[in-house]
């Protein structure tokens, strides 16, 4: 329920973000707009500040461009390592849940698993829950005598081990 929140927040922040952005290039491009039509309206007495507002409406086009273009490929990019993370996320779900069947952990004890995991404290997981520290004490003593450890260290461990298993370690450089 946390990661869900936090998750909302993450995507309404963005999605402000990007209103602002699309502002910034209305008026980026109003602005250009603007010179153009009086670069245009002084094209019959061309002077010094006529080449100058000229230049500065190339100037604003080609960055309004760019930024646009950015922009795009930005959120691409995020959109695609957004994919990736949340399958790489969904996969370590479904390794944490297969522990926790493979362990016979009940629901309440899943849980207080995944969240001290998280790293969540015994007393702010009793107060989520809505139960007394002693309580949670029992089942997480319960949850490391049905994994075969002995605290949430050794738990958390046992994940990330399965997220690291198979990465090569690089041999230490040694100077002579």
């Not at 050794?154 to 990330?160: D, H, R, Y």
Request: aromatic share 6%; hydrophobic share 45%; net charge positive.
């Amino acid at each position: 329920m946390v990661i869900k929140k936090s998750r909302a927040v993450e995507q309404t922040t963005m999605a402000w973000r990007r209103k602002l952005f699309v502002l910034a290039a209305a008026l980026q491009t109003g602005c250009g707009i603007i010179f153009a039509i009086d670069v245009f309206n002084e094209r019959t007495e061309f002077t010094t500040q006529t080449l100058l507002e000229l230049v500065a409406v190339i100037a604003l086009s080609i960055g309004a461009t760019l930024s646009i273009s950015q922009y795009r490929a930005l959120l691409r990019r995020n959109s695609k390592v957004q994919r990736e993370l949340d399958a790489a996320s969904g996969a370590f779900q479904d390794v944490i849940e297969q522990y926790f069947k493979m362990w016979g952990l009940t629901e309440a004890e899943c849980d207080v698993a995944l969240l001290s995991i998280k790293g969540v404290s015994i007393a702010d997981i009793a107060v989520m829950r809505n139960t007394r520290q002693g309580t949670i004490k029992a089942q997480n003593s319960a949850i490391y005598r049905k994994a075969g450890i002995s605290s949430r260290a050794e738990l958390l461990a046992v994940m990330v081990e399965e997220l690291i298993e198979g990465l090569e370690v690089k041999s230490p450089i040694t100077s002579h």
